[in-house]
Nanobody, 124 residues
Framework: QLVESGGGLVQAGGSLRLSCVASGRTFSNYAMGWFRQAPGKEREFVAA????????TYADSVKGRFTISRDNAKNTLYLQMDSLTPEDTAVYYCAAPGSTSYYLPKSKGQYDYWGQGTQVTVSS
């Protein structure tokens, strides 16, 4: 199970930190990722990291502004979002693959488990 929190309303230029608490299996055995879905658009990749958290990858649209991290002792995934713009408005989902073999998955099809989502709204 994946449960996100931390979304909300923020002004452009502001920051938010999303959290995702995982349960039900050994969190540290799996890479993890964040996706987002804006109204009328497909769900898109935001960021992912390896099981250790030492290697990360980002969508070009968020590179340099967002930071993905994890605390394996707390079974928690994070997404620090800085310099937010109205274009970042979306429902944000954390996701986990069903296989331990994925190193740094970036495709929706590589993820089997999804949280309920948390709304992020950035006003101009």
């Amino acid at each position: 199970q994946l449960v996100e929190s931390g979304g909300g309303l923020v002004q452009a230029g502001g920051s938010l930190r999303l959290s995702c608490v995982a349960s039900g299996r050994t969190f540290s055995n799996y890479a993890m990722g964040w996706f987002r879905q804006a109204p009328g658009k497909e769900r898109e990749f935001v960021a992912a990291l390896t099981r250790s958290g030492l290697t990360t990858t980002y969508a070009d649209s968020v590179k340099g502004r967002f930071t993905i991290s994890r605390d394996n002792a707390k079974n928690t995934l994070y997404l620090q979002m800085d310099s937010l713009t109205p274009e970042d408005t979306a429902v944000y989902y954390c996701a986990a693959p069903g296989s331990t073999s994925y190193y740094l998955p970036k495709s929706k099809g590589q993820y089997d488990y999804w949280g309920q989502g948390t709304q992020v709204t950035v006003s101009s």
